[in-house]
């Protein structure tokens, strides 16, 4: 089992930037891999970015460039810079991981960027 606890979510102006972190409940060591969902009103929830076990990351076309995931195995936490925010960005962002069990979801946290 694995808990993931979001936090850093808030409002900001379009161009700003936020960084949100994910907490694990146990070393994430052996989490194959972690990443970062968003679902904003009335859309599917969809793919954002992914890093690996090995340190291997991937974005989706839209935020490429402009988010960046990271990882601290020390602290058990994953970690989205989001910069250069535009309003579609709004969205509640969740934290995902993959491992025995799983996958695996937070609670999320909401983003929103205004105009």
């Known amino acids: 089992q694995v808990q993931l606890v979001e936090s850093g979510g808030g409002l900001v102006q379009a161009g700003g930037s936020l960084r949100l972190s994910c907490a694990a409940s146990?070393?994430?060591?052996?989490?194959?891999?972690m990443g970062w969902y968003r679902q904003a009103p009335g859309k599917q929830r969809e793919w954002v970015t992914t890093v690996t076990d090995d340190g291997s990351t991937n974005y989706a076309d839209s935020v490429k460039g402009r988010f960046t995931i990271s990882r601290d195995n020390a602290k058990n936490t994953v970690y989205l810079q989001m910069n250069s925010l535009k309003v579609e960005d709004t969205a509640v962002y969740y934290c995902?991981?993959?491992?025995?069990?799983?996958?695996?979801w937070g609670q999320g946290t909401q983003v929103t960027v205004s105009s």
């Open positions: 995902h991981a993959v491992a025995y069990g799983g996958p695996y």
């Open positions: 146990r070393s994430i060591f052996s989490i194959n891999a």
